[in-house]
């Protein structure tokens, strides 16, 4: 089992950055492949990027390709987002979330462990 902690929400305006973090407990913490999504007021919750066990494979959606990078490091159980050229669309509550296999699927019903999330908002 693994906990998650997201942190590195805030207000920004529309081009700028935010990097998100998310701390998770446990001491296997390489084993899981990690995700990020996000779910704005009214919508459902959708998938933003995801990473392997290594990180040297990731996937993300097409709204923020070429946008966000997502980068881990094993030794420090941390995943990040790095978030550039921010829109409006995409102020949301950003999530970070676990599982142990690698798939295409990347529905959030597939992943079994989830931060509590941190919101991003971005001005125009």
């Known amino acids: 089992q693994v906990q998650l902690v997201e942190s590195g929400g805030g207000v920004v305006q529309a081009g700028g950055s935010l990097r998100l973090s998310c701390a998770a407990s446990?001491?296997?913490?390489?084993?899981?492949?990690m995700g990020w999504f996000r779910q704005a007021p009214g919508k459902e919750r959708e998938f933003v990027g995801g990473i392997n066990w290594s990180g040297e494979t990731t996937r993300y959606a097409d709204s923020v390709k070429e946008r966000f990078t997502m980068t881990r490091d094993n030794a420090k159980n941390m995943v990040y987002l790095q978030m550039d050229s921010l829109k409006p669309d995409d102020t949301a509550v950003y999530y970070c979330?676990?599982?142990?296999?690698?798939?295409?699927?990347?529905?959030?019903?597939?992943?079994?462990?989830w931060g509590q999330g941190t919101q991003v908002t971005v001005s125009s």
């Open positions: 446990g001491r296997t913490f390489s084993s899981y492949v």
């Open positions: 979330a676990a599982r142990t296999y690698w798939s295409r699927n990347f529905d959030p019903s597939t992943f079994d462990f």
